[in-house]
């Protein structure tokens, strides 16, 4: 066999090989992610049978964020030293203990409180896989790549979708236990079958320098401010919107759900367009239409419409809006970052998108509570949208 024939075949091998790791890492994402949102489909039913308050119920849901968020810090950082293969497997076996312990917790808010924090480790997935699918792909593909990986997003969805069902049938902790075997063989699975990239070398800096090197990249805050909009949106909205359905617009839990899954299900198609289109077009262009985007139509919801259109309709293209900008957002981490540095620097950014997330309920709970609406809510995501995507134009009118 001639040697240009060899490099093809070894060229084709290899494409296979990034495309089996990249549909396991998706695949894992996604089941974190429906470990990771198990509490906010049930909110209503958490409030009922605990009498919570709106904001109670607002800190209940929002409480695995936080250490989904704050956790990729280090997750990231151990991603750059111990590889992507050590670190789904730990993540998914770590998960199941507070996943179990939710279960278990459903007649106490102060329990649900604890194991839901540290449920949240489920959410540090994402600091794993960025890293793990950017190693296996070229720069040219990376976009694309990151793209498709973040479709996992979509274990919202079937979170949103299917636990409320899985509760009404089956009950919570058999749900629960469903889960925490579902993470048990997806860790099995990630251990045997999932691979290192072959280019991919461990980091052997301690991670503390490697993390204060990263905070001095203007880089990393420029990225963690559009993230923190884009997916803190997504996660906001994934999180919270099942309460919002039912408070606001009076829909069942299960109907609710099935509405937010739809919600999610947008997002996440959107997602790998925009990895893609971020190819084609330029991140910044698709970050850009992503802010926009959302700032149009969360001014179209700050005035309470009805339930189906326009309001079903705003929030479809707030999904697709903020979709987009996912995909786009680490389309311009992958040019504007060094590989070596991809897995911290996406764990500092993935914390600040999560912590996006985090806080948008807590202040949609309490405007509620203050004002029987959610409009003060929707104009600060509009009035935030707007800023941030002036300051992409300015911030990056050079990039690309």
Known sequence: MSGTAQRSEGRAAARGTAGGNLALATAAFALTFWAWNLVGPLSK????????????????????????????????????RLGGRVMFTAVCFISIVPTLLVGLSGGSYPMLLLWGFFLGVAGTSFAVGIPFVNAWHAPARRGFATGVFGAGMGGTALSAFLTPVL???????????????????????????????????????????????????????????????????????????????????????????????????????????GGTLSDRIGAVRVCLASFIGTCVFAVVLAFHPPAEFPAGASFVLIALAL????????????????PSRVGTVTGLVGAAGGLGGYFPPLVMGGVYQATGAYTIGFVLLAAVALAVALYTSRAFRTAE
């Not at 607002?58 to 280090?74: C, F, M, T």
């Not at 987009?324 to 970052?337: E, I, N, S």
């Open 45 to 80: 039913t958490y409030s009922e049978q605990l009498s919570l308050s709106p904001a109670q119920t607002s800190l209940l849901v929002a409480v695995p964020v936080l250490v989904g968020s704050l956790g990729r810090i280090p997750v990231g950082a151990l991603t750059d």
């Open 167 to 273: 509760v009404q049938a089956w009950g919570l902790l058999a749900t629960h236990l469903l889960m925490c075997a579902a993470l048990a063989v997806m860790g099995a699975v990630m251990w045997v079958f999932s691979r290192n990239a072959p280019d991919w070398t461990p980091s052997s800096e301690p991670a503390l320098p490697r993390l204060r090197d990263a905070l001095r990249l203007k880089a990393t805050w420029q990225m963690s401010l559009l993230y923190a909009l884009a997916f803190g949106g997504f996660v906001a909205f994934s999180t919270y919107l099942p309460t919002l359905l039912t408070t606001a617009y009076a829909f069942a839990q299960t109907d609710a759900g099935l509405r937010t899954a739809g919600f999610a299900l947008v997002a996440v198609v959107a997602r790998p367009i």
């Open 323 to 338: 979709g987009l900008g996912t995909g786009g957002v680490f389309a311009l981490v992958a040019k504007v970052v060094e």
